[in-house]
Structure formats: structure tokens, C-alpha cells
């Protein structure tokens, strides 16, 4: 079946570091590929999303690229932000459009 | 933006309390979704509809029930509350594109069944 798979937290960074978030995926077909960001007390917002083989996502500096041959949609940053701390989501949604499937979430911590 | 509401944001409430969680969109969109959200942060599908007249339990097994009378509108609802009900629940809405569909998410309702 749909899985995905992020890397755990917390994630802890300096202001101004590189941030590399790992997500792999599995399933059928070809899947549409969404990284969702969660501010504290706060719903999820869509933060990017690919829907094909080679697509880069990008937003607020935050990208990733729909990797086929890996199965991968790792999140970067070239510099993160105090303001970026949040749990950010890795998700998928199957080729039907009948779920959206999400990982656990990985928590980011930005001290300045 | 994304208009997707949800009220109340916090619940306090005694068990064996009936409560019902509301969640109101204004974008026309025929999909709507409940999901539960777990201290770990984990996300599980309860319920979700495709439009007026219908609901479908998700992935997650859960003692609430949901009703689609109107497309704006999709509230959640337990009889009989009880401390394990304890969590923040997540209403979301999509238009129905397939894979190129996006969800958009309402705020959230944080809630505690003491």
C-alpha cells in the first residue's frame, strides 16, 4: 500500500543553517507529493507540492524535487529562520485522488 | 487563501458529555475530511466526504459520526465524550481534482474530556 516516510525530530538548528528534511514514499502509479507545514496552534498549511517525476516544489525558500528513481522528496533550506520552527509533514496522494496519506511529521526547532 | 473554518478552537468538557465540532468552508468544494491528530503529532483519517449525502469512515476507527447535509458544512460529533477522545482534530476540504488536488485545512479543534 501508500506509505510515507520522514525522518524523525526534533530537528534542531542555528539561524541561518541548512536545513535538509528527508521523506521517501511508496506506492502504486504516480503520486502527487506535498510537504505541509504546521505553526504552533496552528492547522496545516500547504508549504509545496510536485505532481510529476523531476517537479521541484518551491516556497519561502523552501524547496524539494519529486525524485522517481528514489522515491524521494526531501525538503532544503538554504537558511532557515527563528520563524520557521514548526512540525512539517510529508505526504502524498494516491493517483485515484482518494487519500492523502501523510508521514509522521518532523519537528523543527530555529534558535537565534 | 483557504476559508475553511472551525469552531470552537478549544474544548474543555466532562465525560459522558455529547459535543459536536463544527467546520464550515466557503470555497465551494465538494470534498471534506475530519482527521485526528495525536500528542506524537501523527495524522489519522477519520471521516470524509465526497458531497451532500455522503460520508466514509477513514483509516482510523473512531466512536464519532459526521453528516453532510450542505456542502459548506461538515460537523463532527460525539454522543458520549470520554478522556480518550482526548486530541486536536483537524477539518480539511479539497475540490475534487484527483491527484492534482490540494486540501486545505481549518485551524483546528484542541480537545480535552476531563
Known amino acids: 500500500g501508500n506509505s510515507v516516510t520522514q525522518m524523525e525530530g526534533p530537528v534542531t538548528l542555528s539561524e541561518e543553517a541548512f536545513l535538509t528534511i528527508n521523506c521517501t514514499y511508496t506506492?502504486?502509479?504516480?503520486?502527487?507529493l506535498f510537504w505541509y507545514v504546521q505553526y504552533p496552534g496552528e492547522g496545516l498549511q500547504l508549504l509545496l507540492k510536485?505532481?510529476?517525476?523531476?517537479d521541484k516544489g518551491s516556497n519561502k525558500g523552501f524547496e524539494a524535487t519529486y525524485r522517481k528513481e528514489t522515491t524521494s522528496f526531501h525538503l532544503e533550506k538554504g537558511s532557515v529562520q527563528v520563524s520557521d520552527s514548526a512540525v512539517y509533514f510529508c505526504?502524498?496522494?494516491?493517483?485515484?485522488?482518494?487519500?492523502?496519506?501523510f508521514g509522521k511529521g518532523t519537528t523543527l526547532s530555529v534558535s537565534s | 487563501e483557504a476559508d475553511i473554518y472551525q469552531t470552537p478552537r478549544y474544548l474543555v468538557i466532562g465525560t459522558g458529555k455529547k459535543i459536536t465540532l463544527e467546520c464550515s468552508q466557503t470555497?465551494?468544494?465538494?470534498?471534506m475530511y475530519w482527521y485526528q491528530q495525536d500528542p506524537g503529532m501523527e495524522l489519522h483519517l477519520i471521516h470524509y466526504?465526497?458531497?451532500?449525502?455522503?460520508?466514509e469512515k477513514g483509516d482510523l476507527s473512531s466512536e464519532s459520526t459526521v453528516s453532510r447535509i450542505r456542502t459548506e458544512h461538515f460537523p463532527l460529533t460525539l454522543e458520549s465524550a470520554r478522556p480518550s477522545h482526548t486530541s486536536q482534530y483537524l477539518c480539511?476540504?479539497?475540490?475534487?481534482?484527483?491527484?492534482?488536488?490540494?486540501?486545505?485545512f481549518g485551524p483546528g479543534t484542541r480537545l480535552l474530556v476531563l
Open positions: 506506492a502504486t502509479g504516480y503520486p502527487s
Open positions: 466526504s465526497y458531497g451532500v449525502n455522503s460520508t
Open positions: 510536485a505532481t510529476k517525476a523531476d
Open positions: 470555497m465551494g468544494h465538494d470534498k
Open positions: 480539511a476540504s479539497s475540490e475534487d481534482r484527483g491527484p492534482q488536488e490540494t486540501q486545505y
Open positions: 505526504a502524498l496522494i494516491n493517483q485515484a485522488g482518494t487519500a492523502l496519506i
